[in-house]
């Protein structure tokens, strides 16, 4: 009798190589939103813990942050990139974000008016690459949601800006009675901070979320692989279980045939010696 047939067992191999093949990507670059995330955290702290919030604090903070994120940006997309139009974009915001850092650091002292402009156009122009980057690779790689996150917060940043009359002036006044003035520099100066905090936290945990997600991926890998591996073993260890049951089943069915046609052939002769009696 022909052995049945094992149905093959779904494999989870394929679906845990996909997975690998889809985090590859992010796997190499989970380091470069921690290191962009350093000079915004230190920016955000130095803005809030200063008293001075004039133009030329603002320019400063803004030249460093951008200086120094921009080249960490280059260079870790250059080293850790491996998707070529989203490299290309992440180098063009690189590159225009030292250009602004320089530009601000060289024109400190320009006052508010060039302030405004100059932040306000490094943040419409950075936060619509970094979002075209995110919407490009959207539901392709897990880069996208963390890009598209910065690109919008960058882009409120611009408007922010914008927004924000230069001749604008608060008395503080208040319950406490306190004395001073706030302005149009004060407000942005302290937006740029906040803003400078909100992205670096969220960069950190953009950065450790993606080393996790590529540990837990190679984990689960291995085990899939692994219990993938020893399903097949069962299988065709229940394979050469039914061929070994089967052999001896039909030897004894095929003897038990000749044995029963040999004895029939026995009694016909003994019928006919009977007959010619």
């Keep these: 009798m022909p052995s049945a047939s094992v149905p093959p067992v779904p494999s989870g191999g394929d679906t845990a190589d996909r997975g690998r093949a889809s985090s590859a990507g992010s796997s190499a670059y989970w380091p470069v939103p921690l290191v962009r995330a350093v000079p915004l955290l230190v920016t955000a702290a130095a803005v809030t813990f200063s ?6 604090v603002g320019l400063v903070s803004f030249g460093v942050a951008a200086l120094v994120g921009g080249l960490l940006l280059t260079v870790g997309v250059l080293l850790r990139l491996d ?28 006052g508010l008016a060039f302030f405004v402009a100059l932040v306000s156009g490094w943040a419409l122009v950075a936060g619509a690459l970094e979002l075209v ?14 890009w598209t996150s910065v690109g919008v917060l960058t882009l409120a940043l611009g408007v922010v800006f914008l927004v924000v009359p230069l001749d604008y002036a608060q008395p503080l006044g208040g319950v406490e009675q306190i004395e001073g003035e706030l302005t149009s520099s004060t407000v942005l100066v302290g937006v740029l901070g906040a803003w400078a905090a909100v992205v670096g936290v969220f960069l950190v945990i953009a950065g450790l979320s993606l080393r996790w997600q590529t540990d837990a991926g190679d984990s689960a890998g291995g085990h899939g692989a692994a219990g993938h591996d020893a399903a097949g073993r069962t299988d065709a260890g229940h394979d ?19 044995t029963s046609t040999s004895t029939d052939s026995s009694i016909d002769p003994t019928s006919d010696e009977g007959q010619h009696a």
């Design 240 to 258: 050469a279980a039914g061929r070994t049951d089967a052999g001896p089943a039909g030897r004894r069915t095929s003897t038990s045939t000749s």
């Design 51 to 56: 008293r001075d919030h004039s133009p030329f």
């Design 133 to 146: 980057a995110g919407l490009r690779r959207r539901g392709r790689s897990p880069l996208a949601r963390d």
């Design 83 to 110: 998707d070529r139009s989203s490299r290309t974009l992440q180098v063009v915001q690189g590159v225009t974000t030292v250009v602004a850092g320089a530009v601000a650091l060289a024109a400190s002292a320009a």
